[in-house]
Structure formats: structure tokens, C-alpha cells
């Protein structure tokens, strides 16, 4: 089954990564497909999803933050959206957030056609998946959303002007905490109340699995002007911002100008 086959290559990933965070430096080798510092820990993540899905004997399309587009197999049997390690910076230093996020589609390339999403924190060795149509869960636990106010929300500030400020400053706590695939889920399960990037410089291709994680969740998920994301291409090139919270409710709240 092809949920089981991500699940496994993902726990492989986590573990592997998290044994070598002792061996020193890691390098920064080029700018990846997204426009980040590629690091040997980015691509090291990339061959382990590569050689345990080859070894599971599936055929693919891989589109990568780092590396881009590559085909593997003759007769690819579906399309996998990967972030090697969201994270990365984190992981180098040893702050224990980052995880690995695979997401799978056989027929299109936006976030809502995104069949499968597999997330596992590097540290914790938490799992966050879920299928569409068929739920989202979170070690093995069914997740369902319970609609609250905003307290507590995770903050990207990148390009905020003062309209974006006046938001912010409505948020009693402010974190942030440097992998948007686990924090998204956080928002499912009620560690944070909200994920807000106020301009467009979220990656789809870093959103595709936890976008379906939310989704089926029950989790509100839309741009920072309340439009739905779902018809965006899943691409390292293509950028959004973003709105997690709870209900359509709460995130008009954040917005509200009272």
C-alpha cells in the first residue's frame, strides 16, 4: 500500500537524519531549486526518499526543493512533492524542530490534488499523515479540529509593513518556530491556534502535505486575503501566503479591523 510505503520511507528519513546530527559541519553545496542554501543534510534527506522508494519498487516523478523535476523509472506510476528536511536550519543546530514531507499525486500537480501526505518530525519522531477523503492523523489517531479563538499563533514576518503589524499585534503570543509543515499540523492539534505568513513567500511544494494534513483536519487554510489555495501548482518556485487556523471564523478575526 502506498500509504505504508511513504510512512516507512519517511521513518527512515527521520531516523537516518537524526543519527548523523553528531558528525559536525554540514556543508552548504549550491542554491537549491526553491532558492534556498542547499545543504549535504538537504540532499542527503533527498537519496534516502529516492533509494527507499526505488527499493519499494515504485516508479516516479519526483519534484524536489532542492533538485527540481527528475523522473525515475520508465513508467512513473505517480508524482511526489518532497521537502527533504523543513527545517534544516533547526536541524544543524540542534533545535529540535524539523521534519521530512512527502506528499503523492497520480493525476495533477495542485495542492488540492494531493492524494497522500507523510510527516515526520526528525526529532520527536512524532507522524502527522492523511489521505484524501479519508482523514488525518496523528500517530495513528484520528485528528478533528476543535474551533478556538487565537491565543497563541506561529509568525513568519518576512516583508510585513505596518497593515501586517496591526494584525500581528492582535496575537496575545507570538512564535515562530522554523519547520511550516509541523506547525500547520500543530494548528489540527491545538498547540497553536494559528500560522500566519502575511506576504507570498510560502513554497507550495512546502505546503503539499500538510495542506491535506489541515484539510482533512478540518483545519481553515487560505491565503492572507481569505482565497482558497487549492487550484496553486505544487512547485519550489511558486509562493503564497498563508492563513491555518482552527475555522474560517477565527482567521476573519485575526483580519478584522476591530
Do not use: Q
Not at 35 to 60: K, N, Q
Not at 95 to 115: A, F, N, Q, Y
Not at 121 to 127: M, N, V
Not at 202 to 220: C, K, N, P, W
Amino acid at each position: 500500500m502506498l500509504l505504508e510505503d511513504l510512512r516507512k520511507v519517511a521513518g527512515i528519513v527521520a531516523r537516518e537524519i537524526y543519527k548523523s546530527l553528531g558528525r559536525g559541519t554540514w556543508k552548504e553545496l549550491s542554491i537549491g531549486e526553491g532558492g534556498d542554501l542547499t545543504t549535504e543534510m538537504d540532499l542527503m534527506a533527498e537519496e534516502l526518499v529516492i533509494h527507499g522508494l526505488e527499493e519499494l519498487g515504485h516508479s516516479f516523478v519526483l519534484v524536489s526543493e532542492e533538485s527540481g523535476e527528475r523522473v525515475f523509472g520508465r513508467n512513473p506510476e505517480f508524482t511526489v512533492f518532497l521537502d527533504p528536511i523543513d527545517g534544516t536550519s533547526n536541524a544543524i543546530r540542534g533545535i529540535p524542530i524539523s521534519s521530512t514531507s512527502i506528499s503523492v499525486s497520480r493525476r495533477g500537480r495542485r495542492l488540492k490534488d494531493v492524494e497522500i501526505g507523510v510527516i515526520r518530525d526528525i526529532f520527536s519522531k512524532e507522524e502527522f499523515y492523511s489521505v484524501k477523503g479519508k482523514g488525518a492523523y496523528f500517530n495513528e489517531s484520528r485528528v478533528l479540529v476543535e474551533e478556538r479563538g487565537i491565543e497563541i499563533a506561529s509568525i513568519y514576518p518576512y516583508g510585513i509593513d505596518e497593515e501586517d503589524l496591526s494584525t500581528i499585534r492582535r496575537i496575545k503570543k507570538v512564535r515562530l518556530l522554523g519547520s511550516i509543515s509541523l506547525e500547520t499540523c500543530y494548528v489540527a492539534l491545538g498547540r497553536l491556534d494559528a500560522v500566519l505568513i502575511p506576504k507570498e513567500k510560502m513554497r507550495t511544494i512546502d505546503l503539499s502535505a500538510s495542506y491535506l494534513f489541515s484539510v482533512e483536519s478540518g483545519s481553515f487554510v487560505s491565503n492572507f486575503h481569505l482565497e482558497e489555495i487549492g487550484n496553486l501548482k505544487i512547485s519550489p518556485k511558486i509562493r503564497t501566503s498563508l492563513i491555518v487556523s482552527s475555522s474560517e471564523t477565527s482567521a476573519r478575526r485575526i483580519l478584522s479591523n476591530g
